[in-house]
């Protein structure tokens, strides 16, 4: 029988994430030999936007270099891991059975929020690896059904795997230091999101823009925030998520991970 796995959150922070010392970067290198080696992974990344859930389907998915501006070393790196298009086929199965509309996509490669993570959590790129939209029209509700769909891949040895940002705020980016000190509109939505997910309650959760401090200073749009809710859907019912990894880059972006067993 495959090995079960979790739903997991990860922030990616900055495309510079792989090759600048910090904790998140420490906390992903270690994440994949905490996990253990899945049979293939379902990557839900805020870079891929669609009006209906789409999902990858090529077999050798390319690294896109999604970003301008930063040290050519990115540039340069890849990661080869093969595509997964039977686990792209079961995923818009799933979907469908649910009466959520999905495609699948036939050439989509893998975009720096999956591929940056991915390149600490399993440097060897030898897992199979398809990538899901995130649709930014749809709300926290739609995301979390998208979740619920999705949970029987976590008995078939597939890792999914949310991945945007705890806070993500980039017009407040140049404005502080990547050493600099998180600000206490950042800490108070990340600690009230840590409370949320961890005490199990889900309506604030769910409901964070009208409910959680700075909500929408944090997340002047949603695209980064709403793998979060995909990850929390496909965790068991009434089982509370954790936080596993808590820390800041720049200040204003929470790296903060969570696992949903």
């Not at 922070?13 to 904790?23: D, F, H």
């Not at 749809?138 to 705890?166: K, N, Q, W």
């Amino acid at each position: 029988m495959p090995e079960r796995f979790p739903a997991v959150f990860v922030s990616h922070g900055a495309p510079t994430l792989p090759i600048e010392t910090s904790p998140a970067r420490d906390f992903l290198a270690g994440l994949g030999k905490a996990l253990g080696k899945p049979k293939a992974i379902l990557a839900i990344s805020a870079h891929w936007e669609n009006g209906e859930a789409a999902v990858s389907a090529v077999e050798r998915p390319e690294t896109i270099h999604d970003f301008f501006g930063f040290p050519q070393e990115l540039y340069q790196m890849a990661y080869p891991a093969p595509g997964a298009p039977d686990v792209a086929a079961r995923v818009n199965k799933l979907l469908g059975g649910k009466g959520i509309a999905s495609h699948i996509h036939p050439t989509r490669g893998l975009d720096h929020g999956a591929w940056v993570p991915l390149l600490l959590m399993y440097p060897e790129a030898d897992i199979p690896v398809t990538q899901l939209t995130v649709q930014p029209e749809l709300d926290t509700a739609h995301h979390f059904a998208l979740g619920e769909a999705l949970r029987p891949l976590r008995e078939e040895g597939v890792l999914i795997l949310g991945s945007g940002g705890t806070t993500h705020n980039l017009y407040e980016f140049g404005r502080h230091r990547r050493d600099a000190a998180p600000p206490a509109w950042v800490t108070g939505f990340q600690e009230w999101l840590a409370e949320a997910i961890e005490g199990g309650n889900k309506d604030d959760f769910l409901h964070y823009r009208e409910r959680g401090p700075d909500a929408a200073r944090n997340h002047p749009s949603e695209e980064h925030f709403l793998p979060i809710f995909a990850a929390a859907g496909a965790g068991d019912p009434g089982v509370s998520g954790r936080r596993i990894h808590r820390s800041h880059t720049f200040g204003i972006l929470a790296m903060d991970s969570y696992r949903f067993d």
